[in-house]
């Protein structure tokens, strides 16, 4: 079998701090030292009185929803080479995008839907100087839990995404990874209750550990989904603060979905809503300059640069 892999590498850009209530910015790193950074961020975002000028990316390039350049701003892009909608044959013969260090002994596994792309740039540039390769497996618009779909977008998607289901997780257990850290969004799995959830996630995580009981298993907590699109907001408002609030059901997912789902599956939660939020329902569309997502939940690729280092530490302490 011919195997390839995308080494991805990011984007250079200039890092952007936020002058409180002037609407402009100022350069600084590109990437928060610690939590204590990204917590500063947050406060400073929600204390902006109007919208900054030489926002990362610009709302322009996102304003046009599924345009390239919405696109290309976007995490999701990290993962083209081994997205099953750009490249059908991935569905049976799933060969994983490569972050991280390449040279690697140790591989860490990441799958899930299109929220996968939210930390591909993070992880990308976190992980490379790390003991660890991150093997990416990701199908956007297929949800994380192995379910028997018959309907998703389409009868055809739910086919496929269940033959990529069983695919992928045979690969999977092939790796012999270190951890497997599932992502999972709000979007893909709202509409499933959570007792019907874990059954779907019990079976993927037990599919893509066989012959490997010594797997670390993590879930990475569901990323902020915002009330309406983040640039579309930014564009009319007239202050950050009025695009803060998360979505009902998002709030719902990260206090009672989350938790349920990885102590039914004997994984290890690693909560995200604080790099975005001051709590889980009041998270600002920006963050040290850069606008945190493209749409209503897919993390721009200069936000997730910006979490590089304290998302990456997380990860790592969670699977050593």
Request: hydrophobic share 45%; glycine share 6%; aromatic share 8%.
């Amino acid at each position: 079998m011919s195997k390839f892999a995308r080494i991805a590498t990011l984007p250079i850009s200039l890092g952007l701090a936020l002058s409180l209530g002037v609407g402009v910015v100022s350069a600084t790193s590109t990437t928060a030292a610690n939590l204590t950074e990204v917590t500063a961020a947050i406060n400073a975002a929600l204390a902006l009185k109007s919208v900054p000028h030489g926002l990362r990316p610009t709302i322009a390039a996102l304003a046009v929803a599924n345009s390239s350049s919405m696109l290309q701003s976007i995490g999701v892009h990290f993962g083209d080479a081994c997205n099953p909608n750009q490249h059908p044959e991935q569905l049976s013969v799933p060969v994983p995008c490569e972050f991280g260090n390449p040279a690697a002994v140790k591989t860490i596994v990441i799958f899930g839907d299109s929220n996968v792309g939210n930390w591909l740039p993070a992880f990308s540039k976190g992980l490379a100087a790390s003991q660890y390769k991150v093997s990416v497996y990701f199908f956007p618009g297929c949800p994380t839990a192995d379910l028997a779909y018959t309907l998703l977008t389409s009868a055809l998607k739910a086919t496929q995404c269940n033959a990529w289901h069983s695919s992928t997780e045979t690969a999977i257990a092939l790796e012999h990874p270190a951890a497997i850290v599932a992502v999972q969004s709000l979007a893909m799995s709202w509409r499933l209750s959570t007792s019907a959830w874990i059954p779907g996630m019990t079976k993927f995580f037990n599919n893509a550990t066989v012959g490997n009981a010594s797997v670390k298993r993590v879930i990475l907590g569901t990323s902020p989904f915002w009330q309406v699109s983040t640039p579309t907001c930014l564009s009319r408002a007239s202050s950050p603060s009025v695009c803060a609030t998360t979505s009902p059901t998002y709030q719902a997912a990260l206090t009672g979905r989350d938790p349920q789902v990885a102590a039914a599956t004997r994984a290890k939660l690693l909560p995200t809503f604080q790099w975005f939020c001051k709590t889980s329902k009041i998270c600002p569309p920006i963050l040290a300059g850069n606008i945190v997502s493209g749409d209503q939940d897919h993390t721009t690729i200069a936000a997730s640069t910006y979490l590089a280092t304290v998302a990456s530490q997380a990860l790592l302490a969670a699977v050593r």
